[in-house]
């Protein structure tokens, strides 16, 4: 079929030698190199590119005088840096430098832009003419790719943000502009982030019109008039969905151009065969007559029409919407034909493939046994969903028709069975799940029970299996408390619905005691929304850590910090993502309350479970204030994550030896299958790296590069992660806690906590002044089995922990020594 | 060749005789030979190592600076001169390209900077394009292009039309070639598919350090033989007893140019060193000076020129 549209080309060419360029010579640099700055669909900017620069080189080649045209690469295999490209062409002693690019952005980004050489003052860089050449191109372009444009702008009128040209003031910005040695200018051809532009890309005819424009930019800048191109091109969709059609096949004058399929082009960027469309189909060279133009496609009415004259020098657009010509059917339903736990109060609703006839569907519905209810049409009249009058009867087998009489929007009747032929009924057969009678449980809690070196300003967790009735509890019915004298901590909770279950998260205010217990008590009375009332509390006990960080903030995603961050879709390093369900924003609602933050960083992800490879790198953009933040792998690298419980992964990536010859390295991935907050902690001087770009080793001074998420096969495809408080720290041991209030008059061995206990407890005593102290352990025939402390305290209380993992249960004798004086205690180890 | 300019090859001479098998070091930091409201780039140090010659913004005029004061003479003003200039053998000249642009259209003209009385000769006659940069005959007496997609020369004496009728290797599209000054034919030095992008013979005439696409940086022997891999670099430029070489490393994102570092490599196999770690500077255009003291170049971003001495020992 391509072949047919090439020879077409061949035979215009022969006759259309243009005159005008003779003494001069391009040269065409397309940007960057091999498959970087990879595009939303797996086509990259550097391809794509490529390809507008070499079709570009040939028709300039082909169908005028000009002396020559060279390329900065010629194919997508070779590497060559910025440094190489302009060199070259200032070898060669080239008339003209133009380099082409494709833009970055959010998914829904999508514009041209041309850039040239411009001062500080707004002059034009000399040798000048790349200004009046983007003036041109700017228009073209955006005509031919039928885009908006935000202009030709000056490089140091566009990079404000950056203060080089203020600096530097009579240098332009770009390297390109700046170290060429005559007239250029970059073009940013669209987005290569935006999936209907990155889709378009992919056909190969795209890109040579693309190359037509600038083509015809280099004709009517020398006032040259264009040679007639014959091109006619278009989008076919579906005129039902809007969703481009993959082998739809055009004609005209008995050739015939059929548009890229999966197994003809998109095989090669996805493993899912619906995935990837353009709809383009292109011819050029056809004769300036009028064309009959049919169109046709598999499951949809043809269409023709007559072009009575195409443009004499631009390209002709005609776009095709096919009607479909397959009847409705239901794509998807909640219950599912067999279910047999539906939940009697819910919803029941129904897909269609398309916009059905609201007034058939309605006519051709039907419950049994009977039940009053609503039917609601939704999404473009796609969805309906019933609404029963009362709650269904508990384990009672239903079943629900939609007669073969009900229509589509065109008329189609409704295909209940699939097999293409419309007229036939569809009927769903459920059973419904018995009442829930059961009280809310909770299933996990973090910290865990008995947990130690919890961090001393926690973040518990409590998740329950289903959701709670938030009229049932109170911020009294869930304490934070010091075993040691019940003492109740200034707490503050949040109540999440996540997955169809409770989370309840409990921020400490304060910082707790070091290497001290606490408990969580959790008492009875929570409610599931069917007033089912848990009976009985929980208590959750742990210990908290003998160590406080010592912080360096990274970012803390307050005051306007998503500035600082690129959207998902700009970074190349991106694979198997569902774009239009990445996002990243800034959340009020949910961040880390106990250490007063007001906002986080909203990261949604959608993961394409049929790719072979994932990768979400959430990049800290070049010169922000958090790459200012430099540090060594001595550190901890820490941040709050709020989990999905989905079981997908997260790491850290920072770059390495940033003074030297600059690295990627990652941190070791993290499976996120907690609710709630969790911190971090990627203890870099003893976790190891993950495997990425890097060696492997943290070299030198290092700094933030992003955050990396990735999918684990079979978990859920998408979901939300909420990050806060990026930071690196260290940890600063303390060895005993000591309390302020009350100064102690006396010295005593107090009660050790717990008691019995296995194998931890508290021994705390007083002293009434600075004193060179012993702990030990002796067992009950006077031999020594521990020596828990020695070493000099300074009046006043304090605790210390004995671990008795090593001995059996019984009695033993504390024995604490100070100022010789000598007090002992009996406790009980019980294993 | 002035006797001043035989007196100081002489010295020169000798002084890199007593550099060879020695290892080179930077000692103390990078010395300012331009202020930082000057713009120079892409510096070249006379045959005598006296002056350094550089351009200006865009590569737009040339300059010799005096070394080590740094006081400067502009040659030249015109857009794209600076680019890929060469000095004469005795010092005296520097030859280079003009560009004028007009309607679009450019044409250029190979010229002679005398760099004593700062006189222009004019070496060929306009033309569109001067496919290639100037480069010296070992007599000074013609000129002839290399990186080039075919040979040419022209003689410095217009009323001299003999051709050149030496001996050279020179780089003939995109590739390094040995050219035979009897038969006036090339041949290629080896067989590669990669793209050269720079090179430099080492001053003993006996090895080449060269580049190919990608910033892969390589050895040969003159005649082509013994290829290997240096590692990742561009740019080099030999030590005067042809033992050590200095080149850069670039990195870059397709639009900005993010990094650059300079490295001393002896090409015998030993490790790369970097000598230029300092994380704001595009240190760039690294030149090693005729007696091996020192190395200048520029950095590019910001336009300054800076020596940076090295010790042997």
């Known amino acids: ?831 | 060749m002035s006797q001043r300019t035989q007196i100081l090859f002489a010295i020169l001479i000798l002084s890199v005789g007593l550099l060879m098998g020695e290892e080179a070091r930077p000692t103390g930091d990078p010395i300012p030979l331009s202020t930082p409201d000057e713009f120079f780039i892409a510096p070249q140090w006379s045959p005598d190592g006296s002056q350094v010659a550089a351009s200006g913004q865009s590569y737009a005029g040339l300059y010799v600076l005096e070394f080590p004061t740094g006081n400067f003479t502009q040659l030249s003003n015109a857009n794209s001169v600076g680019y890929g200039f060469s000095w004469s053998h005795d010092g005296q000249h520097i030859a280079a390209r003009i560009t004028r642009f007009e309607n679009m259209f450019k044409t250029q003209t190979l010229v002679s900077f005398n760099t004593i009385d700062e006189s222009i000769t004019t070496i060929s006659d306009a033309r569109s394009r001067i496919g290639g940069v100037p480069r010296w005959s070992s007599d000074d007496a013609h000129i002839y292009l290399s990186k080039t997609d075919s040979f040419e020369s022209f003689s410095i004496d217009q009323n001299d039309n003999s051709s050149l009728s030496e001996s050279l290797i020179y780089q003939k599209s995109d590739q390094l070639v040995s050219r035979n000054a009897l038969r006036s034919s090339d041949s290629p030095l080896f067989s590669t598919v990669d793209r050269i992008t720079s090179y430099a013979v080492s001053p003993d005439g006996l090895k080449i350090a060269y580049s190919t696409s990608g910033q892969k940086l390589w050895l040969v022997n003159s005649d082509g033989s013994d290829k290997r891999a240096l590692g990742s670099g561009i740019e080099p430029s030999w030590s005067p007893e042809s033992e050590w070489i200095v080149y850069m490393l670039t990195a870059d994102d397709g639009h900005d140019m993010l990094g650059s570092e300079l490295y001393i490599l002896k090409v015998d196999g030993n490790t790369p060193i970097n000598i230029s770690e300092t994380p704001d500077l595009l240190e760039m255009h690294p030149q090693w000076s005729p007696d091996g003291s020192w190395i200048v170049f520029d950095t590019s971003g910001d336009g300054q020129l800076f020596v940076q001495q090295m010790e042997w020992r």
């Open chain 1, 1 to 831: 079929m391509k072949k047919l549209v090439f020879l077409l080309i061949s035979v215009v060419t022969i006759n259309a030698q243009v005159t005008g360029l003779a003494g001069w010579d391009l040269f065409v640099d397309p940007g960057h190199s091999q498959t970087e700055n990879m595009g939303v669909n797996g086509y990259s900017e550097a391809e794509e590119v490529l390809r507008t620069a070499l079709n570009l080189r040939e028709i300039l080649l082909t169908q005028t005088d000009i002396d020559t045209v060279w390329s900065s690469r010629y194919n997508d295999q070779v590497e060559v840096s910025l440094y190489e490209r302009t060199s070259d062409a200032n070898n060669r002693g080239a008339s003209w430098y133009h380099s082409v690019h494709s833009n970055a952005g959010a998914p829904s980004n999508n514009n041209v832009l041309l850039l040239w050489g411009m001062w500080y003052d707004g002059t034009p860089d000399p040798p000048a003419g790349g200004e009046g050449m983007s003036d041109i191109m700017v228009e073209l372009l955006s005509d031919v790719m039928r885009l908006p444009s935000i202009g030709s702008r000056g490089d140091c009128g566009f990079y404000t943000w950056s203060d080089y040209c203020q600096n530097n003031p009579t240098i332009p910005y770009l390297y390109v502009n700046r170290n060429t040695t005559m007239p250029s200018e970059l073009s940013e051809q669209g987005h290569h982030t935006n999936p209907l532009q990155n889709q378009l890309f992919m056909n190969e005819e795209y890109t040579r019109m693309m190359a037509y424009s600038m083509f015809w930019t280099i004709l009517d800048n020398f006032g040259i008039a264009r040679p007639y191109p014959g091109i006619l091109a278009g989008i076919i969709s579906d005129a039902e969905s809007g969703i481009r059609i993959n082998g739809a096949t055009v004609t005209v004058n008995g050739e015939s151009y059929t548009t890229d399929t999966y197994e003809s082009r998109f095989n090669q960027f996805s493993s899912d065969p619906d995935e990837l469309h353009n709809g383009f189909y292109y011819f050029e060279g056809l004769p300036n007559t009028s064309h009959e133009v049919i169109v046709s496609a598999e499951g949809f009415y043809s269409d023709t029409i007559q072009v009575n004259a195409l443009s004499p020098d631009f390209v002709t657009y005609r776009d095709f919407s096919l009607t479909p010509s397959t009847p409705p059917f239901v794509t998807n339903s909640y219950p599912l034909d067999g279910d047999s736990t539906y939940a009697a109060w819910d919803i029941l609703w129904f897909d269609f493939s398309r916009g059905m006839d609201e007034a058939s569907v309605e006519a051709a519905f039907t419950i049994s046994p009977a039940m009053e209810g609503g039917l609601v049409f939704s999404t473009d009249s796609k969805r309906l969903a019933f609404v029963p009058a009362d709650t269904l009867e508990f384990l009672t087998t239903y079943s629900i028709t939609i007669g073969g009489s009900a229509m589509d929007t065109y008329g189609h009747l409704f295909d209940g069975n699939q097999d293409g032929v419309g007229g036939d009924d569809l009927v769903i057969g459920f059973k419904t799940s018995p009442p829930d009678l059961t009280a809310p449980i909770i299933t996990s809690t973090y910290p865990v029970e008995d947990a130690d070196r919890v961090d001393l300003r926690p973040i518990i967790t409590i998740v329950w299996d289903e959701e709670l009735d938030p009229g049932s509890f109170n911020d009294d019915m869930v304490k934070l408390e010091r075993i040691y004298n019940l003492e109740v901590q200034e707490t503050i909770l949040q109540h999440h619905v996540m997955d169809n279950q409770s989370v309840l998260v409990l921020y400490s205010e304060n910082d707790l005691l070091d290497a001290e217990d606490y408990r969580v008590r959790i008492f009875p009375g929570f409610e599931d929304l069917f007033g089912n009332t848990q009976g009985s509390g929980t208590v959750v006990n742990f210990t908290t850590s003998n160590y406080e960080y010592v912080v360096t903030n990274i970012e803390n995603f307050e005051n306007n910090a998503l500035s600082n961050w690129w959207e998902i879709q700009q970074s190349g390093s991106n694979s198997g993502i569902v774009t239009e369900l990445c996002n990243r924003d800034i959340s009020t609602d949910i961040t880390v309350l106990s250490e007063g933050s007001n906002t986080s960083l909203k990261l949604d992800y959608g993961w394409n479970p049929s790719a072979t490879s994932w990768m979400i790198r959430e990049y800290l953009a070049p010169g922000t204030q958090p790459r200012t933040v430099h540090f060594t792998s001595s550190r901890i690298m820490q941040a709050y994550v709020f989990g999905d419980g989905n079981g997908n992964k997260f790491r850290f990536c920072v770059d390495d030896d940033i003074y030297g010859s600059g690295a990627h390295e990652v941190s070791p991935w993290y499976d996120i299958d907690w609710y709630g907050w969790r911190l971090v902690s990627w203890d870099m001087a003893h976790d190891g790296t993950g495997t990425w770009i890097g060696d492997g080793s943290l070299d030198g001074q290092l700094e933030f590069d992003s955050i990396q998420l990735s999918y684990t096969p079979g978990q859920p495809t998408s979901g939300t992660y909420y990050i806060d408080n990026l930071r690196v720290v260290r940890r600063e041991y303390l060895a005993l806690d000591e309390q302020t209030a009350g100064r102690p008059t006396e010295m005593a061995l107090l009660p050790n906590y717990p008691n019995p206990f296995n194998p931890m407890t508290n021994i705390p005593f007083t002293l009434p002044e600075s004193a060179e102290v012993q702990v030990k352990i002796y067992n009950l025939r006077g031999e020594e089995v521990a020596h828990v402390f020695n070493g000099y305290l300074a009046q006043g209380y304090h605790v210390t922990r004995w671990n008795a993992s090593e001995v059996s249960s019984g009695l033993y004798l504390i024995e604490m020594q100070a100022n010789g004086i000598s007090n002992t205690r009996k406790i009980m180890v019980l294993k």
